[in-house]
Antibody, heavy 120, light 107 residues
Framework: EVHLVESGGDFVQPGGSLRLSCAASGFTFSNYWMNWVRQAPGKGLEWVATIKEDGSKIYYVDSVKGRFTISRDNAKNSLSLQMNSLRTDDTATYFC?????????????WGQGTLVTVSS | EIVLTQSPATLSLSPGERATLSCRASQSVSNYLAWYQQKPGQAPRLLIYDVSNRATDIPDRFSGRGSGADFTLTISSLEPEDFAVYYCQQRSNWPHTFGQGTKLEIK
């Protein structure tokens, strides 16, 4: 069975950093594009970042460029999101999501999400 | 950035009725349009991709159609478990934007 499990969400002050992780199992991780999607409390979905199967192509939403870094370790079936210079509007549940083979998206499998709260 | 506008914001219907949800793009997204369902406290679930293709295990009461910039998701006969929020997403251009969602509620 396909599983994505996020971790690393926490309460952090503005300007702080956090690293999110996503552990994948039940499928050949290295064959899939992977994504981070976030959802602010009570709001809609926002695509954040995407990484190609081998890590050679990466895309970000403008609001996180220069602050967030998506990466993956195919040997460990793991996806990460390094978040620096966090702002209050980064507060959201962050979902790890798998691209529908062979595409970047849509996302056919999602984790349960991890909550990031940025507040002073 | 392509803006996706969903309508209506809220749709109130009864079980057994037909639901029609709209998603309009600010420019053509070709056929690269998907639909998701999200229930409270849960991750989104992919329903439809590339306008009209049902994802794995999605019942055939869900259907999608459209082209270019105008798309619809139809639920032919609502089941109690269909009441949720629905989002569209395009993958034609970066960023891969989502619509703001349509809440389908029980009348």
């Amino acid at each position: 069975e396909v599983h994505l499990v996020e971790s690393g969400g926490d309460f952090v002050q503005p300007g702080g950093s956090l690293r999110l992780s996503c552990a994948a199992s039940g499928f050949t991780f290295s064959n899939y594009w992977m994504n981070w999607v976030r959802q602010a409390p009570g709001k809609g979905l926002e695509w954040v970042a995407t990484i190609k199967e081998d890590g050679s192509k990466i895309y970000y939403v403008d609001s996180v460029k220069g602050r967030f870094t998506i990466s993956r370790d195919n040997a460990k079936n793991s996806l990460s999101l390094q978040m620096n210079s966090l702002r209050t509007d980064d507060t959201a549940t962050y979902f790890c999501a798998r691209g529908l083979l062979p595409y970047t998206s849509p996302n056919d499998c999602w984790g349960q999400g991890t909550l990031v709260t940025v507040s002073s | 950035e392509i803006v996706l506008t969903q309508s209506p914001a809220t749709l109130s219907l009864s079980p057994g009725e037909r639901a029609t949800l709209s998603c309009r793009a600010s420019q053509s997204v070709s056929n690269y349009l998907a639909w998701y369902q999200q229930k409270p406290g849960q991750a989104p679930r992919l329903l439809i991709y590339d306008v009209s293709n049902r994802a794995t295990d999605i019942p055939d009461r869900f259907s999608g159609r459209g082209s270019g910039a105008d798309f619809t998701l139809t639920i032919s006969s609502l089941e109690p478990e269909d009441f949720a929020v629905y989002y569209c997403q395009q993958r034609s251009n970066w960023p891969h934007t989502f619509g703001q969602g349509t809440k389908l509620e029980i009348k």
